[in-house]
């Protein structure tokens, strides 16, 4: 596809969408967890606030390879993501990757 002024502004446009649709999800997931965590656990802001960052920074680590599966290095990153989570649940309530994320795209080699 040529890159002509109009084609850039157009993936400019639909590049900004999708930033503010990952931003917009990413904080309702947020603000709902906190909620969820203050309620049913008590958890004071200082706890919330070390849990956020810890959340931030592995949004930040995973997010450009896990759902993208152009990227070279997406499958190790979804492996990745599931060996961290085979560490928090027990086996009988662990999903690999492609079952929780059904629309995703599988990576094809």
Known sequence: MPKNDLT???KAHFDAGMDIGERYGK????????IALHRVYGFSYERMERL????????DHFKRYIGN????????YREELDTLLKECLP???F???EER???VKKVRY
């Open 27 to 34: 904080q309702v997931a947020s603000d709902l967890f906190l």
């Open 95 to 97: 999903k690999p990757f």
């Open 69 to 76: 599966p152009k990227e070279p290095e997406c499958d190790r």
């Open 8 to 10: 850039l502004r157009l």
């Open 91 to 93: 086996p009988e309530r």
């Open 101 to 103: 994320y059904e629309g």
């Open 52 to 59: 956020i960052v810890e959340a931030d920074m592995l949004f």
